[in-house]
């Protein structure tokens, strides 16, 4: 890789990647060492750097899967700027706030981009209302894991069928369990797949000053006091000097605000919960 220091003083740096026909002459898994090493010299990268070579790497076997939150808008219009065929992805858990639909209409205007919306399984959801009732999360963990398993989870799974690689919006500052992250990294979760995290290192400011330096389109819950947003039942604002993450699953007390899709030990527990579903007649 050619590292060239970052011309506007940020301490980053800009590498232009090699293409693709000279690593390995494969867009194909990559090995752990060249994962670790890669890890390392991205760290200090400026994103777009990143998501360059992700996709130079994967071309169509790579995806940003976004929730339309702050930092995937952010990403989606990075990647736009270096190729405008990027495929983005989402999942519609069916029950979104409207504010995020409207969001996903806007994308898809501004950037000619035809979000791939996977939804749950009809069937799971029925039984798991059937048994459960619509609101179950509310009762205790476990039966929000559930929720979060067959909602999140699961489309989840079907989206990354057959990828190489996924980008995320995911960040260092976030939450503890998120602390550690590296922009690439092998997800064991997913299958031994590559999951790059771009803004790894970035701060919630940093990319509210590409929001506005860009006129980004994003969610206008951000204007009435959310700080992180998901389904609009397990949402709400949070106040000055609460974690960001406060205003999700915010009746659940001493357990990680993750739903499966980033976390290792909650997606196995969603995985053990759902267990507690009836088999499909």
């Not at 070579?53 to 790579?62: D, H, M």
């Not at 979000?115 to 009809?122: L, R």
């Not at 009732?133 to 476990?142: A, I, K, S």
């Not at 929720?147 to 995911?170: N, Q, S, T, Y």
Request: net charge positive.
């Amino acid at each position: 890789m050619d590292q060239v220091r970052d011309s506007a003083g940020t301490g980053r740096v800009a590498v232009d990647a090699a293409p693709p026909e000279r690593q390995n002459g494969s867009r194909g898994a990559l090995d752990g060492l060249e994962v670790e090493l890669l890890a390392g010299r991205f760290d200090g990268t400026e994103p777009q750097s990143v998501i360059r070579w992700a996709l130079e790497r994967f071309g169509r076997r790579v995806v940003i899967c976004t929730s339309f939150q702050a930092d995937g808008v952010v990403i989606v219009d990075m990647a736009w700027r270096l190729d405008p065929r990027v495929r983005v992805a989402t999942i519609d858990t069916g029950r979104l706030p409207a504010e995020t639909y409207e969001l996903m209409d806007q994308v898809r205007e501004r950037y000619g981009i035809p979000v791939e919306v996977f939804t749950p399984d009809a069937r799971a959801v029925e039984q798991m209302v059937r048994q459960h009732g619509v609101n179950l999360f509310y009762r205790d963990l476990t039966k929000r894991r559930i929720c979060c398993e067959v909602r999140k989870a699961a489309p989840l799974r079907r989206m990354l069928d057959g990828l190489d690689a996924w980008i995320v919006g995911l960040r260092r500052d976030q939450a503890d369990t998120r602390s550690r992250i590296r922009k690439v990294e092998v997800d064991w979760v997913h299958g031994g797949i590559l999951k790059v995290s771009p803004l790894a290192d970035w701060t919630e400011e940093e990319v509210w000053g590409y929001i506005r330096a860009h006129d980004v389109p994003y969610n206008k819950l951000y204007d009435q006091g959310y700080r992180s947003i998901g389904c609009a039942p397990c949402t709400r604002t949070v106040a000055a000097g609460e974690d960001p993450r406060a205003g999700r699953w915010w009746w659940e007390k001493d357990a990680p605000k993750e739903c499966g899709l980033h976390c290792a030990i909650e997606a196995g527990g969603a995985r053990r919960a759902r267990a507690g579903l009836s088999r499909f007649p």
